[in-house]
């Protein structure tokens, strides 16, 4: 019975609805929190120019009185521009910083997107359960319907004292506002789901979605390593930014022109490396490269051990799954024959209601093992870089 009503929910809900890759696929398309990531490049761009850009020059204007004799002067005037000089080595310097700099934004856009699909996937996958929860429902609703009819013949028959019929209607009353509070559920869980994706629309999607198992099995790829790595990158970019000493140079010319003669001059500023010779910068750029290092080996031996606890738990799951199947099928069986037998009074109604009971408990523990299975799939999938691309 309980396959018909959930077979029954899922064919609805795909003849209405998307499927999840459908959804998750316009999801990342349209939502506003993932365009920003186009901008994130953009800027990049800009940053990465601003880094490597020159500056300006500066010119000079004068004008010059001269008077040699009284009552009789003459104008002069003069005109310089100086252009700092970037030297060769800092300008291959920015160069990697401004690199570095972009592909540490290209990580980060990677991560925002990984993090994005795990979120939505999680999702999905709770108002998944609470589909198949409202379908339990129903059809622990249905039994109990028909448990409920058994006994108001029987109590008419006289078979059975009317405490055991009002008992049976009880328990119908009891599940319908259990199937009450799983709508609840379920409309809650979708409406969170909806939520996430930060559209104003609505979405029928369906709920006949297995996530797969990745084939990957190590986090060498993972979204969050790699951004932790470009991070690494940057900090030693700046690190080798910070290391010369002497960065510009300015050069200087300049025109002259006095009554009796014209200068041209060209000379050249070059500062002298005396008091500051950026060891402090130097040394705190490879302290913070340093540190990088290390959060990044600490998130990879944390995602390293987490991966190897989801396969446990997964293989685990796996069997309690197939097991708790099982166990399903020879309560069912159990159940079909209780009925049988209580219909004509050879079984208690209090028996009956028993595997009943324990029917649904194992259908409910069912659910809780496939969703935890699932989530462990879906974190295992975003921990080996999956959802990257």
């Not at 809900?13 to 990342?28: I, K, Q, R």
């Not at 290391?243 to 300049?254: D, G, H, V, Y």
């Not at 130097?282 to 990044?296: C, D, G, M, P, R």
Request: glycine share 4%; aromatic share 8%; charged share 25%.
């Amino acid at each position: 019975m309980f396959q018909n009503i959930l077979l029954s929910s899922l064919l609805c809900a795909s003849l209405y609805g998307v499927d999840f890759e459908t959804f998750l696929a316009d999801s990342l398309e349209k939502s506003p929190l993932l365009k920003t990531n186009a901008l994130s490049l953009k800027q990049a761009e800009q940053n990465a120019e601003l880094t490597t850009r020159y500056a300006n020059p500066t010119l000079s204007l004068g004008a010059s009185n001269f008077s040699p004799d009284v009552g009789d002067s003459e104008i002069g005037y003069r005109a310089g521009i100086s252009q700092p000089i970037r030297l060769w080595g800092v300008s291959g310097s920015l160069e990697t910083l401004a690199n570095a700099q972009k592909e540490q934004t290209q990580a980060s856009v990677k991560l925002s997107r990984a993090n994005f699909i795990l979120q939505l996937s999680s999702l999905y996958a709770e108002y998944k359960r609470a589909v198949l929860a409202q379908a339990l429902a129903s059809e622990e609703l249905e039994i109990a319907k028909h448990i409920a009819n058994i006994s108001n013949e029987r109590y008419k028959n006289g078979t059975i004292a009317r405490v055991k019929s009002i008992q049976a209607s009880l328990d119908e009353k009891r599940v319908e506002n259990f199937l009450a509070e799983a709508r609840v559920r379920k409309t809650s869980a979708y409406y969170r789901l909806m939520g996430f994706r930060g559209l104003n629309e609505e979405v029928e999607i369906d709920s006949d979605y297995n996530f797969k198992l990745s084939t990957k099995n190590d986090t060498t790829n993972n979204a969050q390593i790699e951004f932790s790595k470009a991070s690494v990158k940057s900090a030693s970019a700046n690190a080798e930014l910070n290391a010369n000493k002497l960065e510009w140079i300015n050069l200087n010319a300049e025109f002259e022109q006095e009554p009796d003669q014209s200068i041209a001059r060209v000379s050249v500023d070059i500062p002298l490396v005396i008091f500051n010779t950026k060891s402090q910068e130097k040394q705190i750029a490879k302290l913070e490269s340093k540190k990088a290092e290390f959060v990044t080996e600490n998130i990879s031996q944390q995602m390293a051990f987490r991966l190897r606890e989801l396969n446990n738990s997964i293989e685990t799951l796996t069997q309690v799954e197939k097991t708790s199947k099982e166990l399903l099928a020879q309560q069912e069986e159990l159940l079909s024959m209780y009925e049988e037998g209580y219909k004509i009074a050879n079984i208690d109604l209090i028996e009956l209601q028993t595997i009943k009971n324990q029917l649904i408990e194992t259908k409910e523990n069912l659910l809780k093992i496939t969703l935890k299975k699932e989530l462990n799939i879906i974190e295992h999938n975003y921990l080996t870089g999956s959802y990257n691309e």
